[in-house]
């Protein structure tokens, strides 16, 4: 039986790519509550967005050290069914909301730096690895090694650079739990493309096998 990577579409801020996500079959939908991101919400932005979600997709609530404040604002007008956090927090922080979370490991500085950090983290639910160095803000489309992988007790995602022209590559290299594309689909931060999309679930479902490769021409 071929393996199903799951996929997640993250940086999400208008409804039509929301249903469009849901459409292609995307798993989970990631929301940033990040100051200064480009693809930042805030909480009533939230709130207006969460009836578009699509049914049965996963909602992902993603923060960089924030305040307890802006996790609590959040987990009411979203009602995520996953938190990520993407900076320095303490498992204990991670834990206080009594969500399930995912916790990302920053590829920048190799696999062992982020094997080590992983095992401050045994509550989590998963990982996502991405290519920003420790303290930078990830998503930032920054690709790593591929090859050099941390050993990790829990699923883990890969992310970081990853578009319709190499998502294919890198589920065949690395056999990831799930991807996780931002920028990759987009036309400009937070506008995603349609066309861009549906080409990159689509490389997905042929890494997995599930999409024959093209005819040789």
């Keep these: 039986m071929a393996h ?39 909480p009533a932005q939230a709130e ?15 923060f960089m050290d924030p305040e307890e404040a802006l996790v609590r604002a959040t987990i009411r007008a979203l009602r995520p069914t996953l938190l990520q956090f993407h900076g320095r927090e303490e498992a204990a922080f991670c834990e206080r909301f009594g969500l399930p979370y995912v916790k990302t490991l920053a590829m920048g500085e190799g696999a062992a730096a982020a094997e080590s950090l992983g095992k401050r983290y045994p509550s989590t639910d998963a990982f996502l ?6 303290g930078e803000q990830g998503g930032q489309g920054a690709r790593f090694d591929w090859s050099d992988l941390p050993a990790l007790p829990k699923p883990w995602l890969l992310a970081g650079g990853l578009t ?52 040789v021409r």
């Design 48 to 62: 207006s967005l969460r009836a578009a979600v699509p049914p049965f997709a996963q909602v992902v609530a993603l």
């Design 164 to 215: 319709p022209d190499n998502v294919f590559e890198a589920v065949r290299q690395s056999r990831p739990f799930g991807v996780d594309v931002s920028s990759g689909i987009e036309s400009a931060p937070g506008l995603k493309d349609g066309e861009r999309m549906v080409r990159f679930v689509e490389e997905v479902r042929r890494a997995d096998g599930f999409i024959a490769d093209p005819p």
């Design 4 to 42: 199903r990577t799951r996929i997640k579409f993250c940086g999400l801020t208008r409804p039509g790519d929301m249903r469009f996500a849901g459409e292609l079959g995307v798993d989970a939908l990631g929301f940033i509550f990040v100051p200064g991101s480009r693809r930042a919400l805030d």
């Design 129 to 134: 690895l991405d290519g920003h160095k420790a």
